[in-house]
């Protein structure tokens, strides 16, 4: 890297021509992807996300696809960059799971592309997305029962799937081997690498145009332009420290209550966020990876500032992690790590917005709802000799409330943020042995507020199937609902409960695995609101009466 | 001539014998101006304007009638009782969903599932702005009434229509005062009779109202697209039906007696009351004109692959025609609400010449997309702006000249757009002129990414296209937009002002049907596939040959997607034999090889669905004829003008562009001027006059 002396950074005109084309690759990598992927939580839950690295590694540009993995993908391209320094050449093709060497949890799979100019590394295009299987004890990836990382699936550090623009047919097949849907993670990763070699394209006649090192000042001076942005903002707040905490429900192995806590510190421009008094790790797959968390670290902070900043290197440039390795928030390598991009994801968001709601409390919001997912599998009469496995993604929880005014309802919680779509009750009704009874607003689930949160989503569903089925649970916030803030309510937490067709029933756990459900049975859905933001008594009398008239409450 | 039943003309199959004084026209309603074109049956065009008047659109466009009337020295009413047809773009249905206007809306819909349409499938925009507050739902919580009700998704009854549920449902809307009630039930699309019953029941009770089903709207499985577009169509329906019927009651009042058209969504054509029923279809009325226009230019002899390029004063509107087809497409939303209809896939970027160019909060140059509209419009203007805005940049480059806009009835204020350039270019520290390239830069960057973004989406490399540029600004952009995507040649026809509204007298009557027909098994057999098809054809040639008896041809189409996925892909089915073997396999083959078109990749062996069937009918009206540019001498320029251009600051010569002679070349650069349009030609582009009426650019 020749570090001497930094050309002088373009003209002005040039730079925002260029700000503006790195992020329409961006964009166009997303399209392509969105395009080509063969799995349903490509194509239409959008799980995956772009970016540009510069050749040291930092973010440059991202699409905006699925706010948790905002600050997470430069940890890809440094790993990359270590594990082979000074071997890396063009058309190298590289991939990596591991969140122990790079990753987020198991099921996001990272391609990592160097891209070369006038001889040398410039960028890395890098592509993530979520697959659908990656092997290990259950199917889909998320498996409560885990007490070690070995039994959520494949592991891969960084490896050199190809390189002179090829692919290692064998690696890939080994690969693609170990999980249960070969083809779709084929069919996955193909789009992904398509998408990164786009990237490739697009940067070269970039590179050869404005020449490399005009290129890498023009970068330069695009993160130096969002890092005084995003000061700004931080510059206009009060100075202080405060601290916040954030409760998981359990680790699925017997221990409540797991608490995340956040210290804020705020001085001038700047921010630290020391997250070292968390609770120690859990036996199960709670825990974060360091990846993770420093990413849900950044998507807090993306939160806080004005949506038009740049998500880049240089806009989180104000912002100082401090965390203890061995905390529910960094566990130590070898523990399970599979829930972490939704929990302890949510929670690390929670407790630094609960701590910075006294210092920019226009720009606090109430917190989001958890994840709670069940996924149902079993026969159907209409296709006979084939399995069904059908995955929850209605009766959503709601949003927080803001200065903005009340939240979404049914809108996901902190790490997705409205951007997972649930699939329509017929489409499902017409596929699954299903018969969705009731799928609408649970009114009353939000936390009251001068701006109350959503409303979350309540689902009846009864189970249609050719004999027994057995269902899985992976989630949390049956306990803890979203956080109200500046004296707004909390969320109702969530409350699944499973009736019989003889007339018993029970509540489901958020962590489960084999749960019987006979055809005839129904699942009742309560899903929780959003936090609420100020005090109830502020509320406005009119939207008091609004809520009232339309059924909200 | 006949009563004006709105069938006129066309009805009695009169229309390839044009009377030799009789005349077509074009109208469409933009921001700023009611652009009319007239087209004599010798071919000869004619373009008037007059200021929109967004209160009631009629009047603006019985004014620019009068003004395309004077231009003609006729009288209003002589030349609309020799005019033969009218196709009108309208953004009512637009405006209204855009401002928030529309009718006191109402839902009936299956007991348990009333939140459909606030639910939003759990999608927010803007995925880091948590503090963006939620949208009003077009129709409120407390007007969308459940009635207890439900089908199968099989089409079995689980639970009849319960009368009781019903009646106290309509008491509540009789209460409320509801001016349009959308009907919206589960799986109606299998069967929509419990739709049809409860729409009776309702206009008995309300006999004022605009009733609508959702089957009807859009019999397709889904219900989020099918509700919301029907909630859509109830929202914006009473307006737009308001509106037609008073443009239609004004142009007969006037003397008109043939049939008045509205340019729907998809580009095809319709009469006034077949739009009014079906309202939601006009969302896209305004921009459907360019995308027409693309289409007849490209078989005229264009060329078939064409980047349409459609820069107005706040926006600019972008598709693509492939093939001599403009693509079509159901993911569109108009002021946030989804609409799944079928329609030209328009992409609206937020710049155009109005655009305002400023120091973006993050310290870079940007413009757009706040725009200085039609009010206080430019500084140029003159009429009270202070900001930069691309125009003005383009004022102070010298591409503009001051005393030829709008054909001299503006004249633009060059001190004054100076003025506001010289602001900003002192906050990033450049030279006025420099911060003017500056901005004239941005913006065409900023067009060719949404070009690129645009055209990946379609799986279409755009690089063997040429790029067709129109609207008012359009000129000035077009072959520096094309060079920076690659593409090597640029058309802006003589007509770049009023091409939308020419565009809308080449359009040809269609009407649209769709089936879902999702069962259990993928695909269903041949001899069902057979049945299906042709029912949906007798269905739309019927709905037709209600208002139309000419030619009719009928293009059927299918959306099918692999076994697990979720995203259904849009498959052609011309060349199909439909009578031959292996119905069903023909389809399965025309699938993979589309999904391999668009995604590079084909996964044969693997389940095909069919999810939707869908036949479009197409009555072909009898085009215009194209006028013969008489041969001319060899245009000479009338000026020249020191312009700012990349390479320095060039005297750039200056031609008429209607004096150019056919085929006569103009090296760049050069300005070429008209009334309305000023193309900027830079160093190495050639351009050539086209006889048939544009300017073709190869790029150097």
């Known amino acids: 890297m020749p570090d001497a002396k930094p050309p002088a950074p373009p003209d002005p005109v040039t730079l925002a021509v260029l700000d503006a084309r790195l992020r329409a690759i961006v964009e166009e990598m997303g399209e392509a992807m969105l395009r080509t992927s063969y799995s349903q939580i490509l194509n239409s839950s959008r799980d995956f996300s772009i970016a540009l690295c510069d050749s040291r590694c930092r973010l440059v540009a991202q699409a905006d696809h699925i706010p948790v993995h905002v600050g997470a993908m430069p940890w890809a391209a440094r790993a990359v960059a270590e594990d082979f320094a000074g071997q890396v050449r063009p058309g190298d093709t590289f991939l990596l799971n591991d969140p122990y060497h790079g990753g987020s949890h198991l099921p996001d799979l990272t391609i990592v592309l160097p891209v070369f100019g006038e001889g040398a590394l410039r960028f890395w295009s890098v592509v993530r997305a979520h697959h659908t299987d990656v092997g290990g004890a259950t199917h889909g990836g998320y498996n409560p029962g885990a007490t070690e990382i070995w039994q959520e699936g494949i592991r891969i550090p960084p490896i050199r799937l190809g390189e002179g623009g090829g692919l290692r047919e064998d690696l890939l097949r080994m690969l693609v081997t170990n999980t249960r849907l070969a083809r779709d993670v084929r069919g996955d990763l193909m789009a992904m690498i398509g998408a990164a070699r786009l990237g490739e394209a697009r940067l070269a006649p970039l590179l050869a145009r404005h020449g490399a090192e005009a290129m890498e000042a023009a970068v330069s001076a695009i993160l130096d332009l969002s890092e005084a942005h995003a000061r700004r903002i931080v510059a206009a707040w009060p100075d202080g420290e405060w601290t916040g905490e954030a409760f998981l429900d359990d680790d699925g192995f017997g221990r409540t209550d797991i608490a995340i806590r956040a210290r804020v510190t705020k001085r001038g421009d700047g921010l630290r966020v020391d997250l070292s008094d968390s609770d120690p790790q859990a036996t199960g797959f709670v825990n974060s990876s360091y990846a993770n968390m420093r990413s849900a670290v950044a998507m807090a902070f993306a939160f806080l500032l004005d949506p038009e900043v740049s998500k880049n290197d240089g806009a989180f440039r104000p912002l100082e992690v401090i965390a203890r390795e061995g905390t529910i928030v960094w566990a130590r390598e070898g523990a399970p790590v599979t829930m972490c991009t939704s929990h302890c994801s949510n929670e690390i968001v929670e407790a630094i917005i609960r701590a910075m709601q006294h210092c920019c409390p226009e720009r606090a919001m109430g917190g989001w709802g958890r994840r709670f997912r069940v996924a149902i599998t079993g026969r159907d009469a209409r296709r006979p000799g084939r399995s069904f496995v059908w995955h929850m993604f209605h009766a959503r929880p709601g949003g927080g409330g803001s200065s903005g005014g009340d939240g979404w309802s049914t809108a996901g919680e902190w790490h997705s943020a409205g951007g997972l779509k649930f699939g329509s009750v017929e489409m499902a009704e017409a596929r699954f042995p299903l018969h969705f009874e009731r799928h609408e607003f649970l009114p009353g689930s939000a936390g009251d507020g001068q701006h109350r949160g959503g409303l979350g989503g309540e689902l009846v569903l009864r189970v249609e199937s050719d004999g027994p089925c057995r269902a899985n649970t992976a989630g949390d916030g049956a306990r803890h ?73 | ?116 349409i606030e639910m939003r499938e759990g999608l927010k925009p803007e995925r880091y702005d948590l503090r963006l507050p939620a949208p009003e739902p077009l129709v409120p919580r407390s007007l969308r009434l459940p009635v207890r009700e439900r089908l199968r998704a099989d089409g079995g009854v689980e639970t009849p229509l319960d009368a009781a549920s019903l009646d106290t449902a309509i008491a509540r809307l009789r209460e409320a005062g509801a001016e349009a009630v959308a009907i919206c039930f589960l799986h109606s699309w299998r069967d929509p009779s419990h739709e049809q019953a409860a729409a009776e029941a309702v206009a008995r009770a309300l006999p004022g109202a605009y009733v609508t089903c959702s089957a009807e709207v859009l019999p397709q499985i889904k219900e989020f697209e099918r509700f919301s577009t029907t909630a859509v169509n109830a929202y914006v329906g009473p307006a737009v039906s308001r509106y037609l019927a008073r443009l239609k009651g004004r142009l007969e009042e006037a003397g008109y007696r043939g049939t008045l058209f509205v340019i729907l969504s998809h580009g095809g054509v319709a009469p006034v009351e077949e739009a009014a029923r079906l309202a939601v279809g006009t969302a896209l009325s305004g921009p459907a004109g360019g995308v027409a226009a693309a289409v ?112 001299g009835r503006k004249r633009l204020d060059a001190a004054a757009a100076e003025r506001a350039v010289a602001g900003l270019a002192a906050r990033l520290g450049l030279a006025p002129e420099a911060c003017a390239a500056g901005i004239h830069r941005l913006v065409n960057a900023r067009m060719a990414d949404g070009v690129r973004v645009a055209t990946v989406r379609r799986g279409v490399d755009p690089r063997g296209f040429a790029l067709l540029g129109f609207g008012g600004a359009a000129g000035l952009h077009a072959t520096a937009v094309a060079r920076e995507l690659g593409l090597r040649r640029a058309v802006v026809p003589l007509f770049a002002a009023g091409l939308s ?144 251009l990349e390479e320095g600051v060039a005297e750039a010569p200056v031609f008429r562009f209607e004096a150019l002679a056919p085929d006569q070349a103009v090296q760049g650069p050069a300005l070429v001027e008209s009334a309305t349009t000023t193309v900027l030609l830079r160093p190495g582009d050639a351009a050539r006059m086209d006889g048939r009426g544009w300017l073709d650019v190869a790029l150097g």
Not at chain 2, 74 to 94: K, N, P, S
Not at chain 2, 375 to 404: K, M, S
Request: hydrophobic letters at 40%; charged letters at 25%.
């Open chain 1, 481 to 553: 609902g979203a956080a109200g803030i500046l004296g707004g309510r909390d969320g109702a937490p969530h409350h699944y409960v499973l009736r019989h067709a003889d007339g018993t029933e029970r509540v489901l756990r958020t962590k489960e695995v084999g749960i019987a459900v006979a055809p005839g049975d129904r699942l009742h859905v309560r899903a929780g609101g959003g936090g609420g933001w100020g005090p109830p008594e502020r509320r406005d009398p009119a939207l008091r009466e609004r809520d009232a008239r339309e059924g909200y409450v």
């Open chain 2, 1 to 116: 001539m006949p009563a004006s039943d709105g069938r006129g003309a066309e009805r009695r199959g009169e229309l390839n014998r044009m009377r030799s004084d009789a005349y077509r026209i074009g109208v469409d309603v933009g921001g700023t101006f009611t652009d009319v074109v007239g087209i004599a049956a010798d071919g000869t065009e004619t373009l008037a304007k007059a200021p929109s008047t967004p209160a009631d659109q009629s009047e603006g466009v019985i004014a620019g009638l009068g003004n395309l009337a004077e231009a003609l020295g006729l009288t209003l009413a002589e030349l609309l009782r020799r005019t033969e047809r009218i196709v009108h773009g309208t953004t009512v249905a637009t405006n209204a969903l855009l401002e928030r206007r529309g009718a006191k809306a109402a839902m009936l819909t299956t007991e348990g599932h009333r939140d459909v």
């Open chain 2, 296 to 407: 007849a230019l490209a078989r005229q002899g264009l060329g078939g692959d064409l980047v349409t390029f459609d820069m107005g004063g706040t926006s600019t509107d972008i598709a693509l025609v492939a093939g001599g087809e403009a693509a079509l497409g159901r993911g569109r939303s108009v002021g946030g609400e989804r609409i799944a209809l079928e329609s030209l896939d328009i992409v609206t970027l937020g710049a155009g010449g109005g655009s305002i160019a400023h120091l973006g909060p993050g310290g870079t140059l940007q413009v757009g997309p706040r725009s200085a509209g039609a009010v206080p419009g430019p500084a140029c203007y003159g009429q009270g702006g202070t900001e930069p805005t691309v125009t003005d940049a383009n004022l102070v480059l010298g591409y503009l000249d001051p005393a030829n806009f709008l054909g």
């Open chain 2, 501 to 644: 509204a020419w565009g809308m007298l080449q359009s040809d009557l269609r009407y649209e049907v769709s089936q879902s027909v999702i069962g259990a098994g993928g695909m269903p057999e041949d001899a069902e596939l057979r049945a299906l098809f042709e029912r949906l054809e007798r269905q739309g040639r019927a709905r037709m040959e209600g208002w139309y008896s000419g030619e009719v041809t009928a293009l059927r189409g299918a959306d099918m997607r692999y076994g697990e996925q979720v995203f259904e892909v849009a498959v052609p089915l011309d060349g199909i034999a439909w009578d031959g073997p292996d119905l069903a396999g023909q389809l399965r083959a025309a699938f993979h090889a589309r999904h391999r078109a668009l995604f590079t990749y084909d996964l044969p062996g693997e389940e095909v669905v069919l999810v939707n069937a869908r036949v479009a009918v197409v009555g072909r009206l009898p085009q215009p004829p194209v006028a013969a540019r008489p041969a001319a001498a060899r245009a000479e320029p009338v000026a020249r003008r020191r312009v700012w």
